[in-house]
């Protein structure tokens, strides 16, 4: 259809003038709570995380951020679902894992779409990695004893992750293939139920990361024998990399963390939220927390962040059909 210059430039201006309107609506946002999904349980890294940038921001905004555990779902899927369908008003957000962008690759059918359902807002850290943990009855008391135990036991270790195709799956399963041992994948709705089940035994390995392992670490419930990241990570400085200590060459990280919002949210409300996570990023005691436990501040902008999460997508997609992982 062709459309003539005169219509074309009011086209234009509507278009022009409904940008503005969208954003002249939105001035005293936030002006109620903030609702943040997290896909999880309480008590893994997503939900931690989640909420020690939540307290930052809302004590900015002079809002509450309410987190919202939605857990039930495979991998996820029924808290992201809540997101994709919530009114696209900033009052329903989400923060998520890259696990996230893994889910495409697993499931052949999502009742939302990924990349037009979600709008990127920002990723706020970027993990450097996950910590080997042992339950205390595993007698190994090194990556090395760990392996050739594992090679020389009649049945595999059980471990537990927070859900196929995250990244504690990733990662162990990156660890099986490069020690050429058997390890049986026992998947929670979660990486808090994945931890409390190597903490009391029902699995005897798992892949955390610091920030939520370090207290049972250091009350000795469990054994922290190795770090995936190619650097000690500070909260546990005893503790060496899996590739100083039994492993050379082994390396995974943990993928970032991110906020997210429902497609179709005025662009005034997503540079509003991402210029509060940046912020919040700044301040000292939020870094300091996040940097301990392995996790860098990032802060990209929402175009930024859109292009890693489209690459990540691509990405993952070919992790996960190279490592032949299928939804359970």
Known sequence: MRIFPAVAGWLLTVAGMSGLAAAAQTPDYPNRPIRLV??????????????????????????????????GGANGIVGYDIVAKAPADGYTLLSAAFAFVVNPALYDELPYDTEKDFVPITNFVLGLGYVLTVNGGV??????????????????????????????????????????????????????????AVVSGETQLSFPSPIPVAPHVKSGRVRALGFTGDTRVSLLPDTPTIAEAGLPGFKFDAGWHAWFAPARTPPAIINRVYAEVKKALEAPKLRETFMAGGYEPKGNTPAEFQKTFRADIKHYAEIVKAAKIEAQ
């Open 38 to 71: 997290v896909a999880f349980p309480p008590g893994g890294n997503v939900d931690v995380f989640a909420r020690l940038l939540a307290r930052q921001v809302e004590a900015q905004l002079g809002q509450q951020i309410v987190v919202d555990n939605r857990a």
């Open 139 to 196: 007698p190994a008391q090194s990556v090395r004893e760990l392996i050739a135990l594992a090679k020389s036991r009649g049945e595999p270790f059980r471990y537990s992750s927070a859900g196929i195709g995250n990244g504690q799956h990733l990662a162990a399963e990156l660890f099986r293939l490069k020690a050429g041992i058997p390890l049986l994948h026992v998947p929670y709705k979660g990486g808090g139920p994945a931890l409390t």
